[in-house]
């Protein structure tokens, strides 16, 4: 009856229905349907402020190479409550984007032909389609922040940002895949470290969990990929002798979390009176 109500009301509105496929296909399939220039994105539970649109067209008009815009977000929980504003330290480049997904997906505003170029998202990404996005439309033209909270971001526990794991593991095919391109920062060292920060921190999480094996496999994997990934992690940064442990505790990590995982399998195994093995 909403959707119905707000059809009579506002001629401009189209209302598409297809199976349940993910956000990546629902979006495409609202890209195929666009008629204007520009691209804007709104999940059901965030709000655009009044001048979003206006403020963002505006920009775009005026800076005919900038492929993309986005701006800040106000964070609010389900009382209403300002939890605070974000980004912080926005990404300006390739290189810092790389470094950390930097974009609201609420806040962007796109010139549609772009992402009809890059081949909008990718389906296969379940979390972390707007991070493998951005990053391929960042490739093909310059994109620009605007310091002005713009959208109403909803915090609660439906957020799909809130499953690190998946997240964290995605992020990791999102950044294996980006190009080098040594001219604007993107080198092999460089995805090498975001690799392996992304592996540590999924390590911390399955050892929270505890899964001692995968926290000691995703541990192993960041090493391999950043050897000083311990001391880039440790904050503040040590010095000295205090390094070199901090340096060796990933390593010495491993070997323990394999312990673990082997004592807890043997603590699983019990035997019912009748000597069966469970």
């Avoid at 598409?16 to 956000?23: N, T």
């Amino acid at each position: 009856s909403t959707v119905r109500h707000l059809l009579s009301e506002e001629p401009r509105l189209r209302y598409l229905r297809q199976a349940h496929g993910g956000v990546s296909k629902a979006r495409n399939t609202g890209l195929r349907a666009a008629r204007g220039r520009y691209i804007a994105f709104l999940d059901d539970d965030d709000q655009f402020l009044p001048e979003k649109l206006a403020v963002q067209v505006e920009h775009l008009e005026r800076r005919p190479a900038v492929g993309l815009v986005y701006a800040q977000n106000i964070w609010i929980n389900r009382e209403g409550v300002c939890l605070g504003v974000r980004p912080i330290s926005p990404a300006h480049t390739l290189r810092e984007l790389l470094d950390q997904c930097a974009i609201p997906l609420q806040t962007v505003m796109c010139r549609k032909q772009l992402l009809e170029e890059v081949g909008g998202f990718d389906e296969s990404l379940s979390v972390g389609e707007d991070y493998d996005l951005w990053l391929r439309l960042a490739r093909v033209a310059p994109f620009e922040f605007i310091p002005q909270p713009l959208v109403h971001y909803r915090v609660h526990g439906a957020n799909t940002c809130n499953d690190s794991i998946r997240l964290y593991a995605q992020r990791v095919t999102i950044l294996k895949r980006v190009p080098l391109d040594p001219a604007r920062g993107i080198t092999a060292r460089l995805k090498r470290h975001r690799v392996a920060v992304n592996e540590y921190r999924l390590a911390r999480l399955y050892r929270e969990q505890p899964n001692y094996l995968l926290a000691a496999c995703h541990f192993a994997s960041a090493i391999q990929f950043d050897p000083l990934i311990g001391l880039r992690m440790a904050e503040p940064r040590p010095r000295g002798f205090e390094g070199a442990w901090i340096i060796l505790k990933p390593y010495i990590g491993v070997a323990g979390l394999l312990l673990l995982s082997l004592v807890s399998r043997k603590r699983l195994v019990t035997t019912d009176p009748q000597g069966v093995v469970g």
